[in-house]
């Protein structure tokens, strides 16, 4: 009795510093690459690096400012078509359909979803680039949203269907059509849910490189929506595999304002979601 | 009739006709009664789970449907609103009429309007206790020549919430007892002034209290609309309803006035219910 007691205590203790040690790992591996990056971009980071366009080869100094808002325009742009297109493509699936459409749908959208990004990149180079001889910022947006169209409707489908069926129940019996029912009823119970889902979708494209390297490429100097544009991942890439010591230092450091911007932005739209109250389960 | 010259043949006294007429009426008018439900056969996919099923609902009474688990109880009671059709792969034979018209061939969502359902399990929405009240006279459009203020209040009071309730309107209706959610899902339904109002285990999840507060409200409540209530507790149907039909195996086996079901019932079956013996 007590050496299986024992036995079990020792299970227990193990699984319990099993769970904790993972734990620990997770958290310790985004310290990690965080200090990394401040290590070696904080020094690099002045108020200069925010407003000047990038120097030439080899100089040291000059900014990313093109490519802060060569990111904000391309991931702005992919959102705003991504998100709603995504979005309803969600609500269709999890309210609308028979079986076989929604089936289809579905399965597509878990294929894309699987599809490597750099497959993605080659795909809009070939159908956007190629007809139109030139890399664009709006390639590079369109290539981001073939990839957060899927993420969208299928966190947005999975929220919609956690909402209880006795929410909607309870509109069509107060005589709700069925469209009303879920703009009324059924999105608004869903909504935290489904707008974590979509901040994690965009934080998820704008750190997409590959994409971006077949599409909106890169530019040395400000640029239209209709030219190739800098963008941060790939300014990133191509600091970091350039030759020289000082544009590796700047690589590290576009890299923390990446980095920075997408949590700011992420903890911005966290707090704009948190307010309201949530379907008790 | 009247406006044609009477003809008289020898064994019809002149007098006799208008009288004759007058009864049949009034005969036809008790006889009618406030919904109907007429050989109502239901399907889930291919499984029979009503079989030929009528009822009547007299009008201002309160109607309790009794049966063991799983007899047909709240399928019957969903089909009175036709919320059973949004299920997939269901199917009903039969004709419901509401003051004689055929539900079934009417737009659903006036049908809903007018009878009115509160579930077993509150399920107020994600809003405010303003908000759910009104939600139902807006998408109505009720609101025309009623403030939205006045609804509430109103509908509130016929729940017996509004003294508990009328500090905290726009405070989440999360943020109330079980038993006011239940009464705020009935002061909900009386938004829309429903004819009809079906109650699938409405005290179900509630405690005696909360219990004793709601049959209350059903009996206040009769002389303003026709309740049909499903209820498992045997003492809940004689304290409320006027007439209790039994359910077995998705089968009425017998409706009459609550005291014949509960003291003498007709059929074996609902006897061995009652006194116990199953179910
Ligand atoms: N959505 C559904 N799909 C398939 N079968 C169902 C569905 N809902 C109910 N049934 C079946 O129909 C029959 C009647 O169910 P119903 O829920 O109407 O019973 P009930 O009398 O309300 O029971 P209870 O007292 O437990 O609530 C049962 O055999 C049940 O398994
Ligand atoms: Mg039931």
């Not at chain 2, 709601?214 to 209820?231: G, P, R």
Request: glycine share 8%.
């Amino acid at each position: 009795m007590t050496s299986r007691n024992s036995r079990r205590n020792a299970v227990n203790n193990l699984m319990l510093t099993l769970c904790g040690v993972c734990a620990f790992l997770t958290v310790s591996t985004l310290f990690l690459i965080l200090g990394y990056l401040v290590y070696h971009g904080a020094k690099s980071l002045n108020p200069n690096f925010f407003v000047q366009l990038p120097l030439g080869e080899g100089q040291s100094g000059g900014g990313i400012a093109n490519s802060i808002l060569g990111s904000a325009e391309i991931v702005a742009l992919a959102t705003l078509i991504g998100l709603p297109v995504g979005f309803f493509a969600g609500v269709y699936l999890a309210e609308f359909g028979g079986k076989t459409l929604p089936f289809i749908v579905r399965y597509t959208a878990d294929l894309l979803n699987g599809i490597p990004s750099i497959v993605i990149g080659i795909f809009a180079w070939t159908v956007v680039v190629v007809p139109m001889h030139h890399f664009s910022a709006l390639a590079g947006a369109l290539a981001l949203s073939v990839m957060l169209i899927p993420i969208t409707a299928r966190s947005t489908e999975q929220f919609l269907l956690d909402v209880p069926r006795s929410l909607r129940e309870g509109a069509l019996a107060l005589g709700a059509n069925k469209w009303r029912t879920i703009a009324t009823v059924i999105v608004p119970a869903a909504r935290k849910g489904i707008m974590t889902g979509m901040i994690l979708g965009v934080a998820r494209i704008s750190g997409e490189t590959a994409p971006l390297l077949f599409t909106s490429l890169s530019n040395q100097y400000w640029s239209g929506i209709n030219e190739p544009t800098a963008s941060l991942p790939v300014t990133i890439f191509n600091y970091a595999t350039s030759a020289y010591e000082d544009w590796h230092q700047l690589a590290w450091a576009a890299g923390l304002v990446l980095l920075a911007l997408v949590l700011l932005a992420n903890i911005a739209a966290r707090m704009v979601i948190s307010r309201g109250a949530s379907v008790p389960r | 009739m009247g406006t044609s010259p009477a003809r008289i043949t020898p064994n019809a006294s002149p007098t006799k006709m208008p009288t004759t007429h007058t009864e049949n009426q009034s005969q036809v008018q008790t006889a009618t009664p406030k919904m109907r439900a007429s050989n109502i056969n239901f399907y889930y996919g291919s499984f029979k789970a009503l079989h030929d099923v009528s009822l009547d609902f007299a009008a201002n009474k309160v109607t309790a449907l009794i049966g063991p688990s799983g007899c047909g109880k709240s399928t019957f009671l969903r089909n009175l609103n036709r919320i059973n059709e949004t299920l997939r792969d269901t199917r009903i034979e039969g004709e419901i009429t509401l003051d004689g018209e055929n539900i079934l061939d009417k737009d659903v969502t006036e049908i809903r309007r007018r009878i009115g359902m509160v579930f077993q399990r509150p399920n107020p929405f994600p809003k405010s206790i303003f908000e759910n009240i009104i939600y139902g006279p807006r998408i109505n459009g009720l609101l025309k020549n009623r403030s939205a203020a006045e609804v509430v209040e109103q509908s509130l009071r016929r729940a017996a919430l509004w003294d508990e309730v009328k500090d905290k309107l726009h405070d989440s209706a999360y943020a109330i007892s079980g038993g006011q959610q239940q009464r705020l899902c009935i002061a909900r339904a009386l938004a829309v002034d429903p004819e009809v109002l079906l109650l699938d285990e409405p005290c179900s999840a509630l405690d005696p209290i909360a219990t004793a507060k709601i049959e209350d409200l059903l009996v206040s409540l009769k002389h303003q609309c026709t309740i049909v209530i499903v209820t498992h507790n045997m003492q809940q149907a004689a304290r409320v309803a006027d007439t209790t039909g039994f359910f077995l195996l998705g089968k009425l086996i017998e409706h009459d006035k609550t005291d014949v079901i509960f003291k003498n019932p007709a059929k074996k079956e609902t006897e061995d219910y009652i006194t116990g013996r199953f179910g």
